[in-house]
């Protein structure tokens, strides 16, 4: 079974440009989360989208926002880059996504190194 | 605010020792407790869990232990090796918004010396 894949592995941007990042969900997933890691935050709760909706919505600016398409595969954008965009983007997928009281879990990718200069 | 909490950056264990990997949490809300496994250029995996009606968990040489008067868990490698040595990131379900969200610490980076 084919893991979560996140396209592209590196990327570097300058300030004030976007960028767009890719995820591919294990097949039958239908939940895929978004994370940002950065050294001193840890890992952070972007987004989740399930069933092409938006589920849930971390406490990130409105430059950040993402989607997914019918096959589950999701991207997200980040406008207006800034030098503390800087970080490691993991996305996760699961069947059905975080639920009170038990454990759907989550299969994360690789992630995406995102450089700003 | 962090409401999960790994206080240890860092953590050198000697290979065939214990190794404790400590978290602690702030809301009474959160109800089920996880540790992902993360070596460099690779996502998280997940490791163990525990439900908040336990209070411990145990998986061959990986024990979690919950204490939630104190708000507190922690993950017992015994004994380490060497393929051990990654960041433990802790993490939590907790309420957001309309639905629920991982929460993650900081995460431990661990060492094991051969």
């Known amino acids: 079974k084919a893991g979560v894949t996140q396209t592209p592995r590196y990327l570097i941007k300058t300030r004030g440009q976007q960028v767009t990042l890719s995820c591919s969900p294990i097949s039958g997933h239908r939940s895929v989360s978004w994370y940002q890691q950065t050294p001193g935050q840890g890992l952070q709760f972007l987004f989740e989208y399930f069933s092409e909706t938006q589920r849930n919505k971390g406490n990130f600016p409105g430059r950040f926002s993402g989607r997914q398409f019918s096959n589950s595969r999701s991207e997200m954008n980040v406008s207006t880059l800034e030098l503390g965009d800087s970080a490691l983007y993991l996305c996760?997928?699961?069947?059905?996504?975080?639920?009170?009281?038990?454990?759907?879990?989550?299969?994360f990718g690789p992630g995406t190194r995102l450089t700003v200069l | 605010d962090q409401q999960v909490k790994q206080n240890s950056p860092s953590l050198s264990v000697q290979e065939g020792r214990i190794s404790i990997l400590n978290c602690d949490y702030t809301?009474?809300?959160?109800?089920?407790f996880l540790w992902y496994k993360k070596y460099p250029a690779e996502g998280p995996t997940f490791l163990i869990s525990?439900?908040?009606?336990?209070d411990k968990n145990e998986d061959g040489r990986f024990t979690v232990f919950l204490n939630k008067s104190a708000k507190h868990l922690s993950l017992h490698i015994v004994p380490s090796q060497p393929g051990d040595s990654a960041v433990y990131f802790c993490a939590a379900i907790a309420p957001l918004n309309s639905g629920y969200a991982l929460n993650f610490g900081k995460g431990t980076s661990l060492l094991v010396t051969p």
């Open positions: 996760a997928s699961s069947f059905t996504g975080p639920s009170l009281g038990s454990y759907n879990e989550q299969f």
């Open positions: 525990i439900s908040s009606i336990k």
């Open positions: 809301n009474s809300m959160f109800d089920y």
